[in-house]
């Protein structure tokens, strides 16, 4: 695995443990209900949300903002308490906004980013407390006039958690990922989800839906319907460019370290409403040509950003 396909490794699996973290413990995580409705098999999920990222200087020359908006739908039919399966379909929209001559002297490096994701988590309880996971995934990033074929990734990810107490569970995974202009990886990962105290949750990979990549989030249950969120990770987009653009069919990436708090209410056992803020630290973005050879890379300056998102499960 290089060190450059390691950050691409991270977004799959922040997708892996966003859908897979809350069916391993044994309380629901902030306004999700713990399965379908009573009765019913069946259950449904929304969640979406929207940030903006306030201007950045670049390290060289020129500045840039970016505002995302992100929205996925899911059905799940449970036919027991501890065994599922699931269709997820979400898309995600970022806007760039460059100065004139940023990264690329008199050009605008890339502007709209097109995400599309489409996974199937599956999830089988066993008799002695194991939970195994598998969950395949595919992805398309693109700028807009970018080719579609060019733009495709997959993952394919398994884990096996146990259930420790009613506090803890965690457990095993492997996962294999493809990345743009890059051979297919193979790695390890853990799965884990802590509840510390009554009020105090600590868990991997569960953020809002606007916050991309993985990390870690620290949940206190501040009063009856009102939690406050601590967090940080590891954030990253790498897309397919626009075949008419500066570099016809390139690459872009944007890589940072993001710290937020935020505030959620539960308006219902089903729905939640979250605010969120925070700074992106150690950012950098990075353009290539078609084949993946480097052609611009630089640092930016802490920036900092502001969103809001919802979630809710029928």
């Known amino acids: 695995m290089t060190g450059r396909s390691f950050p691409s490794l991270l977004l799959h699996l922040f997708l892996f443990l966003q859908l897979i973290l809350p069916m391993t413990a044994g309380a629901a995580a902030p306004g999700q209900n713990a399965g379908p409705t009573p009765g019913s098999p069946w259950s449904f999920s929304l969640r979406g949300g929207s940030l903006h990222h306030f201007e950045a200087g670049l390290e060289e020359r020129g500045?840039?903002?970016?505002?995302?908006?992100?929205?996925?739908?899911?059905?799940?039919?449970?036919?027991?308490?501890?065994?599922?399966?699931?269709?997820t379909a979400g898309y995600g929209f970022e806007q760039y906004d460059f100065a004139a001559g940023s990264l690329i002297p008199g050009q605008t490096p890339w502007e709209d980013i097109?995400?599309?994701?489409?996974?199937?988590?599956?999830?089988?309880?066993?008799?002695?407390?194991?939970?195994?996971?598998?969950?395949?995934?595919?992805?398309?990033s693109a700028e807009s006039g970018a080719s579609r074929e060019d733009a495709l990734t997959g993952?394919?990810?398994?884990?096996?958690?146990?259930?420790f107490s009613d506090r803890l569970t965690a457990g095993p995974g492997l996962g294999i990922t493809s990345r743009l202009e890059d051979s297919a990886s193979l790695f390890p990962f853990l799965l884990i989800k802590w509840k510390v105290t009554e009020r105090l949750t600590l868990?991997?990979?569960?953020?809002?839906?606007?916050?991309?990549?993985?990390?870690?989030?620290?949940?206190w249950k501040a009063a009856a319907r009102w939690h406050l969120l601590f967090g940080g990770g590891y954030g990253q987009q790498r897309f397919r460019l626009d075949d008419r653009g500066p570099v016809p069919g390139g690459i872009g990436e944007k890589t940072s370290f993001p710290l937020f708090i935020g505030a959620t209410c539960e308006i219902s056992p089903q729905v939640r409403a979250d605010i969120f803020g925070g700074v992106e630290a150690?950012?950098?973005?990075?353009?290539?040509?078609?084949?993946?050879?480097?052609?611009?890379?630089?640092?930016?300056?802490?920036?900092?950003?502001?969103?809001?998102?919802?979630?809710?499960?029928?």
């Open 63 to 87: 500045d840039f903002n970016v505002s995302r908006f992100v929205i996925q739908g899911g059905a799940e039919y449970a036919p027991g308490s501890r065994r599922s399966i699931a269709l």
């Open 203 to 219: 868990a991997a990979g569960e953020g809002s839906a606007a916050i991309q990549g993985p990390g870690l989030t620290l949940d």
């Open 114 to 140: 097109h995400t599309v994701w489409l996974t199937v988590p599956v999830r089988w309880g066993m008799e002695n407390d194991w939970t195994l996971f598998v969950l395949p995934s595919l992805r398309w």
């Open 282 to 314: 150690g950012g950098e973005l990075r353009l290539e040509d078609r084949d993946g050879r480097l052609m611009a890379e630089e640092d930016f300056d802490p920036a900092v950003f502001l969103g809001a998102a919802f979630a809710g499960r029928f």
């Open 155 to 163: 993952g394919l990810f398994a884990a096996a958690a146990y259930r």
